[in-house]
């Protein structure tokens, strides 16, 4: 499922910052939240894409990484089905960063719609189209496309542009990791062959 090219990549930049940023586990690993070069260079590295090469500040770096904390509640609130949290922390999100949208037109010549906030820095402009990007999925009916994976010691999130709508897990790790566990559990009263 797609939802158009540019919320598609702000989506994209969104589970890649939470991913990056935020604190927790991996695949059954710690995931310690980056610090200073280190941060820098992971919220960087979530939202390069060709042709942008971006050279944020410190100072917007930090800005940033307080938006994509709330994103990550917002991603936690719809991975249990709480769409009315899920909308209210986005709503604040609107109004901290205060998107509004605008036409601009890209490198191809088309016009897209983009988010921006009431001036253009790296962290106001991101925070902001992080913010309508997630306003999109959870008004446009499709919040239940964002969750937080699904296996034992990972808290990783995910976007899911399947067909069926059932990714659980952040990467084919993780769903290797459980369908291993569970062909053990299941083989280990089981009588030889």
Partial sequence: MRFNSHVDAVLDAT?????AV????????????????????????????????PSPSDPEVVALVAEVHEARRVVEALGVGDEDAAAALVNAM????????????GDDGRWAIHFHGPDTTFARGWAAG???????????????RLGVCDAPACDRVWVDRSRNTHR???STRCQNRVKAAAH???TRGAPPR
């Fill in 168 to 170: 659980r897990f952040c």
């Fill in 22 to 53: 935020t604190p927790g586990e991996d695949g059954g690993r710690a995931h310690p939240a980056p610090e200073g070069a280190d941060l820098r260079a992971a919220v960087v590295g979530a939202v390069r894409h060709d042709g942008y090469d």
């Fill in 15 to 19: 589970v890649a910052l939470v991913n």
């Fill in 94 to 105: 609107l109004r901290r960063t205060g998107a509004h949208p605008e036409l601009d037109r």
């Fill in 184 to 186: 053990r559990l299941r």
């Fill in 130 to 144: 992080i913010a309508a990007g997630l306003a999109m999925a959870v008004g446009g009916d499709l919040g239940s």
